[in-house]
Nanobody, 124 residues
């Protein structure tokens, strides 16, 4: 497993914004999807947003129109801009990538690229 490094998490009040970053060691993968996941206390992992090499994006219904995923290929960084945050967005956020993950195939249980997580806490 290739280790990614997330940053940008923190505590914010409801309605606020945060921008998460995920650094890849070397160039971002040219195949497959990459994206952000979150896992709240006692909850299962949830795919939040994903992007492919052609910049096609997908979002979960819970964050659509509030979160924006993007990447900087020159700097090998994946971003997640989170706006209009809600208390239910509180979770540990992880970034991941895998060539087996496609528009037609869900990400595997263990992704080839995976980060250590960054905590996001939204207070009401």
């Amino acid at each position: 497993q290739v280790q990614l490094v997330e940053s940008g998490g923190g505590s914010v009040q409801a309605g606020g914004s945060l921008r998460l970053s995920c650094a890849f060691p070397g160039s971002t993968p040219k195949r497959g999807w990459m994206g952000w996941f979150r896992q709240g206390s006692g909850k299962e992992r949830e795919e939040v947003a994903a992007i492919d090499a052609s910049d096609r994006t997908t979002y979960s219904d819970s964050v659509k129109d509030r979160f924006i995923i993007s990447k900087d290929n020159a700097k090998n960084i994946l971003f997640l801009q989170m706006n209009s945050l809600k208390p239910e967005d509180s979770a540990m956020y992880y970034c991941g990538a895998d060539s087996r993950w496609s528009y037609f195939s869900s990400p595997p249980a263990e992704l080839t690229y995976w980060g250590q997580g960054t905590q996001v806490t939204v207070s009401s």
